[in-house]
């Protein structure tokens, strides 16, 4: 069974420095990897989609790296900013073929000190 | 365009009682996908639809159930609600389905 933990749970930091969220995975077969954050009582927004085949992804000020062989990826925040505060959920999709099966993690709650 | 949709956004049941959830996926999507949100809890998977096709699903019980139109819109499904189902059902789309996903804002259901 697939378990996907976010740690840390929360971090707070003031606005302007970078940061970095993990995400840690036990099954290595996986489709590809998602990063959302969450607003309190919102849905979800896509912030970066990486597949099994690649190792990272950019957008904007957000850096996404997958390393595969140790069930890891790690979200990199540059230059924060207040409206960056949320939380922060990363999603695996692991190959089962003919079932499979998105699994999140409990998320890091961001918060940017102003 | 239009993101995904839900409705309704809030209903309010009791114990017992059966639910229908609705999604509109973005046009264009064929895949849509069911999570259930706990307060305080990453989403749950519940189901993946392909193609009108089941592709996946969670460990629910046999209680939940969904289904995919021609027009690629999806229902779930709730019967004989539980105080335990209370939470954020939250709906995605994707062009595959192992694409990109994009979510509604969720049907808040409260089970009284």
């Known amino acids: 069974k697939q378990e996907v933990t976010q740690i840390p749970a929360a971090l707070s930091v003031p606005e302007g420095e970078n940061l970095v969220l993990n995400c840690s995975f036990t099954d290595s077969a996986i489709y590809n990897l998602q990063w959302f954050r969450q607003d309190p009582g919102k849905g979800l927004t896509s912030l970066l989609l990486i597949q099994s085949s690649q190792r990272e992804q950019t957008s904007g000020r957000l850096n996404a790296s997958l390393d595969k062989s140790s069930g890891r990826s790690t979200l990199y925040i540059a230059a924060s900013q207040p409206g960056d505060s949320a939380t922060y959920l990363c999603?695996?999709?692991?190959?089962?073929?003919?079932?499979?099966?998105?699994?999140f993690g409990t998320g890091t709650r961001l918060t940017i000190i102003p | 365009d239009a993101g995904v949709t839900q409705s309704p956004t809030h209903l309010i049941k009791t114990r017992g009682q059966h639910v229908t959830l609705r999604c509109s996926p973005i046009?264009?999507?064929?895949?849509v996908s069911w999570y259930q949100q706990v307060l305080g809890q990453g989403p749950q998977f519940i189901f993946q639809?392909?193609?009108?096709?089941?592709?996946g699903r969670g460990n629910f019980p046999d209680r939940f159930s969904a289904r995919q139109f021609p027009n690629y819109s999806s229902e779930l499904n709730v019967n004989a609600l539980l105080l335990g189902d209370s939470a954020l059902y939250l709906c995605?789309?994707?062009?595959?389905?192992?694409?990109?996903?994009?979510f509604g804002e969720g049907s808040r259901l409260t089970v009284l």
């Open positions: 639809y392909y193609e009108k096709e089941e592709r």
């Open positions: 995605a789309s994707s062009l595959e389905w192992a694409g990109e996903l994009f």
């Open positions: 046009s264009g999507h064929k895949s």
């Open positions: 999603a695996v999709l692991l190959s089962d073929f003919g079932n499979e099966k998105l699994t």
